[in-house]
């Protein structure tokens, strides 16, 4: 269905593609992968005809495909769904279908019934359940992922394009999209799937694209090749994939929750975090995991209980107090709520740590000079790429831009490091970096409680699992006691009387 050859794209002096060459079949779900900065994006935009390569060909079906410009793309049969939602939250599914559509005419108004029927139509066709007559932003997470799939096809589509679709997804969630895509397959349409969760991929894709560097490095049937030989084609290398050993020094408590709870339709709950430990939160979305985070944070007006850091009593809401106290937060949406993105790479590392780089004067000015040696050696420390210290950071690969939202907060301040899905949407280096991290702080007698959607994450780098379902702790148990199958129990578990579920 889609032939490249040869493909090329330079940016100033960088070499984005460099001869990529693909092949996806019509009723096959097709992988593209590759480390952040690979080429993928840049891949996926020539198909788009966001950019123009500077060479090679593209063959849809046989045809030579070279479009002039985004619509003429979609009218050679190919669907875009990319990784952040572009819906409006306060229209119903069918009416985000036709955003950037004719709208159906009756009369010279607007046929609304034509338009619901029409959505409702290729609803059915594929067999999902979902309501179209509510706003999308009272829909899950994975609902209106499905809501911007059908809007892609609305009309005939021969090549899906999906990329990351599955990145903010519970498990569960996850599991309902795959099988969408899988029927998509089935009905003959040929899909670009572009993932870094690679037990995803083994469970959904029938081939694979490799890119590095911005070339193919390798492609076949996925049922012909192991994980580790896929890792080995992105990274150009064996990565070492450590598991979560067994505990070090195990000190005193740094956080402890007692009667705690975001908000007062939750239950109370009771948790400690101790020096050396690095545990790890699962629970499906609306499980209540983000918001105790938040609320750890002291983001949440609403919380009640109390909370002791060091040992000492802090109020329950009040971010300052958290920061005086050695406490880190990095949020899960980095676009919006993490970084600044207009602002420099300078700007944004400097950010959580104002203080170290004062001026030795009685006036509160920052030394610039200061600042920008304490960055470089931040940024060198935790391997993080980039161009100028005065580049946007969001010219920087999303792994990158994560490495700067944690690695800016560690150092004599920080005890405590609250993380709500810190890879996400990352590759599989940047992860592997983050999780070193992450080690070393708690070796170094730091404390770290970070949230993950993805179980394989939470295996490799919790030394201690827990669960949350429904408000409540339902699993609190070391990673040795721990497997696949009992995080999913705990996961549906409906506790009656705040009982925790132990592994066995």
């Known amino acids: 269905m889609l032939q490249i050859d040869g493909l090329t794209k330079r940016f100033g002096g960088v070499m984005a593609l460099d001869g990529v060459q693909m092949r996806v079949a019509a009723g096959r779900v097709h992988a593209l992968l590759g480390e952040n900065g690979a080429g993928k994006s840049t891949l996926l ?11 090679g060909t593209m063959r849809i079906a046989g045809r030579a495909y070279a479009p002039a410009d985004p619509h003429a793309a979609e009218g050679s049969g190919l669907r875009f769904v990319h990784q952040e939602l572009n819906l409006v939250p306060g229209f119903t599914a069918y009416e985000n279908a ?9 009369f010279g108004l607007v046929g609304w019934r034509e338009m619901r029927a029409r959505f409702a139509a290729v609803r059915d066709r594929h067999g999902l359940d979902l309501d179209i007559d509510i706003a999308v932003g009272q829909l899950s997470t994975a609902k209106c992922q499905i809501v911007e799939i059908l809007r892609s096809l609305m009309d005939e589509a021969r090549i899906l394009v ?20 899988r029927r998509l397959a089935d009905h003959g349409c040929a899909v670009i799937f572009v993932s870094h969760r690679l037990d995803e991929i083994f469970a959904v894709a029938d081939d694979y694209t490799v890119l590095r560097n911005g070339r193919t490095v390798g492609e076949g049937h996925l049922k012909d090749t192991t994980r580790d030989q896929i890792v080995a084609l992105m990274a150009g290398e064996e990565l070492k994939h450590e598991r979560a050993a067994v505990p070090g020094k195990i000190g005193a408590p740094l956080l402890e929750l007692s009667g705690f709870t975001p908000a007062s339709f939750r239950p109370p709950l009771a948790l400690t975090v101790a020096q050396g430990e690095i545990v790890g939160l699962y629970g499906v979305v609306g499980s209540g995991r983000s918001s105790l985070l938040a609320s750890i944070w002291g983001a949440n007006s609403l919380a009640r209980g109390e909370i002791k850091i ?8 009040g971010i300052a107090d958290r920061i005086a106290a050695g406490v880190a937060y990095v949020p899960e949406d980095r676009r919006n709520c993490g970084l600044v993105m207009h602002h420099s790479v300078l700007d944004n590392a400097m950010l959580p740590r104002l203080s170290l780089y004062r001026a030795i004067s009685k006036l509160p000015v920052l030394s610039w000079r200061a600042a920008r040696r304490g960055v470089r050696k931040l940024l060198a420390d935790r391997n993080v790429k980039y161009g100028k210290l005065s580049d946007r950071v969001s010219t920087l690969s999303g792994g990158n831009q994560q490495k700067i939202m944690i690695g800016r907060w560690f150092g004599d301040e920080a005890g405590l490091l609250l993380l709500d899905e810190p890879t996400r949407g990352v590759d599989v280096r940047s992860k592997a ?13 730091g404390a770290v409680l970070f949230v993950t959607s993805d179980i394989e994450e939470l295996l490799m780098l919790a030394g201690r699992v827990l669960v949350m379902a429904h408000g409540r702790i339902t699993l609190d148990a070391p990673n040795d006691a721990v497997t696949r199958q009992s995080v999913l129990d705990a996961t549906f578990h409906a506790p009656d009387h ?4 132990k592994a066995d």
């Not at 999906?162 to 895509?181: H, K, Q």
């Open 98 to 106: 036709f955003v950037g559509r004719r709208y159906p005419r009756r």
């Open 433 to 445: 970096e983050i999780h070193a991290m992450c080690r070393r702080f708690a070796e170094s007698g």
């Open 162 to 181: 999906l990329d990351e679709p599955t990145a903010s997804l519970s498990e569960g969630e996850a599991e309902i999209l795959r099988g969408v895509v």
């Open 310 to 317: 060091n040992g000492k009593v802090l109020p329950c809401s």
């Open 498 to 501: 705040g009982d925790l579920q």
């Open 45 to 55: 935009k020539c198909l788009s005809s966001v950019h123009r390569p500077d060479g």
